[in-house]
């Protein structure tokens, strides 16, 4: 199981892309088409015209990593196709790779804490 850390943004390309793209070739497209900075410490999601694969970008703060992952059953659940990113919870992020409903997926929000006396 892949966990991102707690905190982290993660950010979802919702329309496919050419998935014969490594690194540099995805590196490029978060900055043409989401004028974005790909080495910021955010996971860029891309999905494949085939909803059973899945690929993730991001900078470890040492290098460009770039993760692949195929279903063998089934299919991954994406958002609609659209132009543009939608944002995930690193939870969702999660789920989305187990191949689980990750629109089930809620964030519990607490508040913040207060020093005792």
Not at 6 to 30: C, E, S, Y
Not at 86 to 95: E, I, N
């Amino acid at each position: 199981m892949i966990v991102p850390p707690t905190g982290i943004r993660v950010l979802v390309a919702t329309k496919p892309v050419d998935f014969r793209k490594g690194m540099d070739g995805l590196a490029a497209h978060v900055q043409d088409a989401f004028k974005a900075d790909p080495f910021s410490g955010v996971i860029y999601v891309f999905r494949a015209k085939r909803a059973d694969r899945v690929k993730l970008l991001f900078w470890d703060q040492t290098g460009l990593v770039l993760v692949t992952k195929r279903l063998e059953n089934g299919q991954f659940r994406w958002p609609q196709l659209q132009d543009g990113v939608m944002r995930l919870s690193p939870a969702q992020l999660s789920a989305l790779l187990e191949g689980l409903d990750w629109s089930r997926v809620v964030a519990r929000r607490v508040s913040r804490p207060t020093a005792t006396q």
